[in-house]
């Protein structure tokens, strides 16, 4: 029997293609979960590939790997897409499908399936990824394929093949969680007037049941890289959970979405991201006292195509390491800390120190100082202000 290796999370989806390749094409399906931070959510994994009819299961550890290729070079540019969402599950796709390559080549699997739908996004960003590592690689994508129309439809396979499945017809959200996000789609989500229901939050305190006493945090960054959370020095995936643990009980990080999806509709969803809003804030303020003017800006600009590669699912892509390498080069210099304050939902500065710094207090005082003479800017506006001046006398010479 040929092998196929199938991107395996114990959901709805991936519990009904077992089966379904089985009946339909007579593979050995051999499942593959990569552990970036589902939590319990991976305990009953292989017990149940193995009751769906899979051969062997891995459940492979990506962690580290996940945290340091991929959320710290995304955290350090600073990139969300369309200014929200801060790419959990865009950049987890890449992070697996690499693992599903290796796993996929070491099994002498002929394809690599997953259960992405053709509306979504991971489909491209997973195909990517196996393209871009495994160009020789065939990929089975179900959805495009088997007579299934609908989520409820599943529900009905799964139940007539005797599948265990952890949703019902009637709470059927579509969700996504690792270390870095829980993203909830789908139900009454889909119409963007309807306000998310308060118990919608499975990692988040709602912002309104959070403490009445604000907390303070303090996060230490080396060359763009959080290194320890109030003094305490820890791994990536270590400072991760902390921060998601401080910043749930806060109600930091939720965000409401209604973005433009890579295949032309948009989709609305509901993101818990506590650890990463803390840190893309705390990332941000270091930089405005690190970086130059002109280096800032400029970084914002790469922010945005960075964002929109990791999106799309172009992250092992020419492009996308070179602005990595200009990334890298802007952080020598963020390097420091920065206090926050968390509270009922928000998130306040209290306080950035670098010896980096270029912000010098003798420069920026109101009061009195020896080495800014105010009579130098009347020069320096009469040239900047030269072309506005030169238009305007244009003008009037028209208007005579």
């Excluded at 495009?144 to 959200?173: C, F, L, T």
């Excluded at 303070?216 to 020095?233: L, R, T």
Aim: some cysteine; hydrophobic content about 35%; overall charge negative.
């Amino acid at each position: 029997m040929e092998k196929v290796v199938l991107a395996y999370s114990g959901g709805l989806d991936t519990s009904v293609i077992i089966p379904w390749l089985k009946e339909n094409y007579n593979y050995e399906v051999i499942a593959v979960s990569g552990d970036v931070g589902q939590g319990e959510e991976l305990e009953p994994v292989r017990e149940k590939a193995i009751k769906s009819g899979a051969s062997k299961v891995y459940i492979e550890d990506i962690k580290d790997e996940f945290v340091n290729d991929f959320i710290f070079p995304t955290l350090k540019a600073g990139a969300k897409y369309e200014n929200k969402y801060l790419l959990g599950t865009s950049f987890a796709r890449p992070a697996i499908g690499k693992r599903l390559v290796e796993i996929a080549k070491k099994e002498g699997a002929v394809a690599i399936c997953h259960g992405c739908t053709g509306k979504g996004n991971d489909q491209v960003r997973f195909e990517l990824a196996i393209k871009a590592l495994a160009p020789e690689m065939k990929i089975i994508a179900p959805w495009r394929m088997w007579d299934i129309r609908s989520r409820s439809q599943e529900i009905d396979y799964a139940i007539e093949h005797g599948i265990e499945i952890p949703v019902k017809k009637d709470n059927a959200y579509s969700m996504d969680r690792n270390l870095w996000h829980l993203s909830h789609e789908g139900m009454d989500l889909e119409n963007p007037q309807n306000e998310p229901q308060d118990d919608l939050y499975l990692i988040s305190k709602c912002p309104k049941d959070a403490p009445d006493e604000a907390e303070y945090v303090e996060i230490e960054f080396e060359k763009g890289i959080p290194v320890s959370v109030n003094g305490e020095k820890m791994d990536g995936v270590a400072l991760i959970e902390k921060l998601n643990e401080i910043g749930a009980k806060h109600g930091v990080g939720i965000d409401d979405i209604v973005e433009n999806r890579l295949v032309g509709m948009k989709s609305r969803g509901v993101y818990e991201n506590p650890a990463g809003s803390i840190l893309y804030y705390a990332h941000n303020e270091l930089e405005t006292v690190t970086l130059d003017k002109d280096t800032y800006h400029f970084k914002q600009h790469v922010a945005i195509r960075f964002g929109e590669l990791v999106y799309n699912g172009q992250w092992f892509t020419q492009l996308r390491e070179a602005l990595s390498a200009f990334v890298d080069s802007t952080q020598q210099t963020v390097t420091g800390k920065v206090r926050l304050k968390l509270y009922k939902g928000n998130i306040y500065s209290a306080g950035i120190f670098s010896k980096y710094s270029l912000y010098n207090e003798d420069f920026a005082t109101f009061e009195e100082d020896d080495v800014y003479s105010h009579k130098d800017a009347e020069g320096f506006i009469n040239l900047f202000g030269l072309p506005v001046k030169i238009r305007a006398i244009m003008q009037q010479n028209l208007d005579k």
